[in-house]
T-cell receptor
Framework: GQQLNQSPQSMFIQEGEDVSMNCTSS?????WLWYKQDPGEGPVLLIA?????ELTSNGRLTAQFGITRKDSFLNISASIPSDVGIYFC?????????????FGTGTRLTIIP | DAGITQSPRYKITETGRQVTLMCHQT?????MFWYRQDLGHGLRLIYY???????DKGEVPDGYVVSRSKTENFPLTLESATRSQTSVYFC???????????FGPGTRLLVL
């Protein structure tokens, strides 16, 4: 099945640093979602994007729906220890008439003491 | 506000046994989904349901059966468990209007 290309696969940063990650697709998407998964838990929705060019914030997190509809970006400012986890992007392809999502492979964020 | 719950959270079973994983949501979302998560594969859709009594296959449906007699419940059955079905299973629900999905805490299944 199709998967989104998410990069980087992993990040090792120091507390207080800013983080950037992105997701790209060969197909146009109508909706982009960003999730965070903590160890042993299910993914939790962080931000939902519905329009090309849309920029949405949730606290220190900011996500953007790419103008081409084929990519999305997530930024985390001033990282803190609780930001550790795996971040997934997900998109709903324009061609689908239902709610099926395509998921990225995840970006694992680690904060170095 | 319980949201979406899954049971059991952990399950160990043997090859060939039937196993049912339960999923319950309190939001009255029309859509419900079952995913499995494996290292190297990310989240893969097994089955989904657009409403009660309406189900459809996802990316990896073989060896699984679902039903949805009530809007709030969406059980997943492994008819004859195999070792390759060892995985973490997530249930999700979604509101079509919001175009989002909300995940349960997961069931960790080990097939010996």
């Amino acid at each position: 099945g199709q998967q989104l290309n998410q990069s980087p696969q992993s990040m090792f940063i120091q507390e207080g640093e800013d983080v950037s990650m992105n997701c790209t697709s060969s197909s146009i998407f109508n909706t982009w979602l960003w999730y965070k998964q903590d160890p042993g838990e299910g993914p939790v929705l962080l931000i939902a994007l519905y329009k090309a060019g849309e920029l949405t914030s949730n606290g220190r997190l900011t996500a953007q729906f790419g103008i081409t509809r084929k990519d999305s970006f997530l930024n985390i400012s001033a990282s803190i220890p609780s930001d550790v986890g795996i971040y997934f992007c997900a998109g709903r392809p324009k061609s689908f008439g239902n709610e099926k999502l395509t998921f990225g492979t995840g970006t694992r964020l680690t904060i170095i003491p | 506000d319980a949201g979406i719950t899954q049971s059991p959270r952990y399950k160990i079973t043997e090859t060939g046994r039937q196993v049912t994983l339960m999923c319950h949501q309190t939001w009255s979302h029309s859509y419900m989904f079952w995913y499995r998560q494996d290292l190297g594969h990310g989240l893969r859709l097994i089955y989904y349901s657009a409403a009660a009594d309406i189900t459809d296959k996802g990316e990896v449906p073989d060896g699984y059966v679902v039903s949805r007699s009530k809007t709030e419940n969406f059980p997943l059955t492994l008819e004859s468990a195999t070792r390759s079905q060892t995985s973490v299973y997530f249930c999700a629900s979604g509101d079509r209007r919001q175009e989002t999905q909300y995940f349960g805490p997961g069931t960790r299944l080990l097939v010996l």
